[in-house]
């Protein structure tokens, strides 16, 4: 397994085949990425174990929206079977995206409960969904520094996940392994990573500014407030599917493809980039 190096330009062009690869199978790809959110989020009002269940399983739903995503970019059709990828692909696999869940499901917790020593729970409590973060809270110095500790945790969680499924199910490594090879990857990218996190903000930001001004058309014509809210949630979902459809290529263009793919869903068929520095 070798690391590419890339320019900070490829971070937009990973948006572009994201928005590029979604146009070609909108259907397939939005209902795919709705059905995982909504899975998640009815997991995550379980009583008790519902959060950490919804967690531990947020690796298995990256690698099956990236295995969707590969499909869809080699004009094929991504069925719904896809969604159990990662229990489908041999008792390995599924014992390593199980680990990976139950790692995150801890790291999740450290990120959250490391800022309680700053601000005695307050932060944890409101993410928990525990109590609600007053405008008086917010001010006090305990909590604004306890959320920037936490911003900043979950910046190193989401590089040490964010190839982690990929990883395991592609190239055959270990979780742990699978989790320092990602952190590296992010971290040795990060000027394109942090042109990618940029013009996914840019489509946002056009998306929810035209859709504002359609909806405020329509208030101003006296349709219903509902429908005009119910837009915003739709282009939120559509603009979350489409990010999730750009993450393969940050995968692809990261880590040159093995020479024997551990499954039928190969990432990628096209020239991998020239390989940087290692």
């Not at 500790?149 to 996940?161: E, Q, V």
């Not at 042109?195 to 056009?206: I, R, S």
Request: proline fraction near 6%.
């Amino acid at each position: 397994m070798k690391l590419n190096i890339v320019p900070a330009r490829t971070g937009l062009d990973w948006v572009k085949l994201g928005l590029r690869t979604f146009r070609q199978q909108p259907m397939a790809l939005a209902a795919l990425s709705m059905l995982l959110v909504g899975s998640m989020y009815l997991l995550g009002m379980l009583p008790i174990v519902g959060k950490a269940l919804a967690l531990w399983l947020a690796p298995a739903a990256t690698l099956a929206m990236m295995v969707a995503s590969a499909e869809a970019a080699q004009g094929r059709f991504p069925k719904p079977s896809v969604l159990l990828v990662a229990f489908r692909s041999g008792s390995e696999c599924s014992r390593r995206i199980l680990i990976l869940g139950g790692l995150y499901v801890a790291g999740f917790l450290a990120i959250l409960g490391i800022p309680t020593l700053i601000d005695g729970g307050v932060l944890a409590g409101f993410y928990l969904g525990e109590g609600n973060l007053s405008r008086e809270a917010m001010e006090t110095a305990a909590v604004q520094q306890a959320a920037l500790l936490h911003a900043l945790l979950s910046i190193l969680l989401s590089m040490t996940f964010w190839h982690a499924p990929g990883l395991v199910y592609w190239h055959r490594i270990s979780p742990v392994k699978a989790l320092f090879f990602s952190f590296v990857a992010c971290g040795r990218n990060m000027k394109a990573f942090l042109m990618f996190g940029m013009g996914w903000f840019f489509v946002l930001a056009t998306g929810l500014l035209l859709s504002s001004i359609v909806a405020a058309i329509f208030i101003l014509l006296g349709m219903p407030q509902e429908i005009a809210k119910g837009m915003l949630s739709g282009l939120q979902l559509l603009i979350t599917a489409m990010f999730l459809t750009s993450i393969v290529f940050t995968f692809r263009d990261c880590f040159l493809p093995p020479a024997k793919p551990s499954s039928e869903e190969s990432y990628d068929e096209q020239p991998a980039p020239a390989p940087g520095p290692h």
